[in-house]
């Protein structure tokens, strides 16, 4: 399977100010996770959207998602230093009732104090 | 609730040689997976198994790469011989079903150079 696309690459902001990641993916969905992955935790689970979903949100965390333009994005509000992380969309393909995750390339964010 | 144990953390071998990875998952989860992230890279999946049952190895290189779970608990990835390419960190996840949405836990990986 294609991984998806993560846009910007690196993203480099401060403390208190607010972070957008968009994702773009290439094929029918059943949802859409966002993962973050820094040495401390490893790789952990932040929020699930739905197909039929278009927003969610989670603490600060807001998620949407465009099934017609295939695309998503993650908002993460009022930064932490903590939040210093790689971020990661991953689509749930599969076709024969298992889940099947297919990750994007990551978006690298660095939240300076 | 302990999480997702991998061993060994690190591992260094020259081309051609063979190494094994090990995974326990969290008790009571019927589903692991067995994942390859090349550095700069989303994570791939390898294989996922149901119970001791493959649901899915389409994208495992089978001529060099094997994994079994035979009790439906631990599983072990195998590669023999490795190349270059496979320098990577191969992380393992598990989750109570991987029918519909269950949430997948990860281990902390174990990264592999190749020499």
């Known amino acids: 399977s294609q991984q998806g696309e993560e846009d910007p690459q690196a993203l480099s902001i401060q403390e208190g100010e607010n972070a957008t990641m968009n994702c773009s993916y290439k094929?029918?969905?059943?949802?859409l996770q966002w993962y973050r992955q820094n040495s401390g935790r490893g790789l952990v689970h932040l929020i699930l959207?739905?197909?039929?979903?278009r927003e969610k949100h989670s603490g600060r965390l807001r998620v949407t998602l465009d099934t017609s333009k295939k695309s998503s994005s993650l908002l993460i509000t009022a930064s932490r230093a903590a939040d210093t992380a790689s971020y990661f969309c991953?689509?749930?393909?599969?076709?024969?009732?298992?889940?099947?995750?297919?990750f994007g390339t990551g978006t690298r964010l660095l939240v300076s104090p | 609730e302990a999480g997702v144990a991998q061993s060994p953390r690190y591992k260094i071998i020259e081309k051609r040689q063979s190494v094994a990875f090990w995974c326990n998952p969290i008790s009571g989860h019927a589903t692991l997976y067995w994942y390859q992230q090349i550095l700069g890279q989303g994570p791939k999946l390898l294989i996922q198994f149901q119970n001791n049952g493959v649901v899915d190895d389409s994208q495992l290189p089978k001529d060099r790469f094997s994994a079994e779970r035979l009790k439906g608990v631990d599983s072990t990835l195998k590669i023999q011989p490795a190349k270059l390419e496979d320098s990577a960190v191969y992380l393992c996840?598990?989750?109570?079903?991987?029918?519909?949405?269950?949430?997948?836990?990860f281990g902390p990986g174990t990264r592999l150079t190749v020499l």
């Open positions: 996840a598990s989750s109570s079903s991987g029918r519909d949405y269950n949430e997948q836990f």
């Open positions: 991953a689509t749930d393909e599969g076709n024969t009732g298992f889940q099947k995750l297919v």
């Open positions: 959207i739905r197909s039929n979903e």
């Open positions: 094929t029918s969905i059943n949802n």
